[in-house]
Each structure stands twice: as structure tokens, then as C-alpha cells.
């Protein structure tokens, strides 16, 4: 069975970044790394409710890998002051769309932290939601 999820390409960096650490192929660290979240004993674990697993398919920013393509290349513009007012109105649109996703984002997470029973961060650490610069 395969599994489909779409990851900002931040995410997707530290992931490959990982692998290659351990010297392993982006999927199977995925695999490694979701098995040793879950156990290899599965009928042990508590299935996972359904509104656990709709929660979890809505922590997903549900921003394409080309709009953030579009939103770090505008933001490195940005940052070395060659941006033009057009791009900048699109940067504005763009980190609006991605507040936004990031707002309603925190909401299933606090949701789905108090099921699990676990703080936000917590929660967030096992997902591989938190900002490496921390």
C-alpha cells in the first residue's frame, strides 16, 4: 500500500537531509520513522479514530511545492531589496494564504493535541512541524 501526502519543501529538505545522514533512501526513513512513532506491533495500538485521522489530513498547509517556490523566491527578493511593487503585492498575497493555512493549522493541531492528550509542541515535534532554528 502507498501513501501520497504533499509537505512544504522545507519539510521535505530536513526529511532528505535526515536521510542521507543515516545513509537511507528518502522512503524508507519515512517508513523507518513512522514505525518507530506507531511500533511494530500494530494490533498493540489503539486504533486511530477517524477524527484523529481527519485532523491529521488537515495539519497538511495544502500549499503547492510551486507557490512556495513563488513565495521564497519573492522573499529572497525581498530580503536583497530588488523586489518590485507587483512582486511585492504577490509576496502580501502569498504570506497572507500561508497565515491563514498556518492559523487554521493550529486549530487541528490543539484539537488533535488534546485526543492525544499531549502539549501543542509536543505534538508538533512528533509530527516534524517545528522550525529546526529553535
Do not use: C
Amino acid at each position: 500500500m502507498s501513501i501520497s501526502i504533499q509537505i512544504n519543501p522545507a519539510l521535505e529538505s530536513r526529511l532528505r537531509e535526515r536521510a542521507g545522514k543515516k545513509g537511507v533512501g528518502i522512503n524508507q526513513f519515512i517508513s523507518q520513522f513512522l514505525e518507530n512513532s506507531f511500533g511494530n506491533d500494530v494490533s498493540s495500538h489503539a486504533a486511530v479514530s477517524e477524527r484523529e485521522a481527519d485532523l491529521l489530513q488537515q495539519v497538511n498547509l495544502n500549499i503547492s511545492p510551486e507557490k512556495w517556490e513563488i513565495y521564497l523566491n519573492l522573499k529572497e527578493k525581498l530580503q536583497n531589496k530588488i523586489i518590485s511593487e507587483i512582486e511585492l503585492a504577490q509576496l502580501r498575497n502569498l504570506n497572507n494564504e500561508i497565515e491563514l493555512a498556518n492559523a487554521a493549522r493550529i486549530t487541528v493541531l490543539a484539537e488533535l493535541a488534546q485526543i492525544k492528550n499531549v502539549p501543542v509542541r509536543v505534538l508538533m515535534e512528533q509530527l516534524g512541524l517545528t522550525n529546526r532554528d529553535e
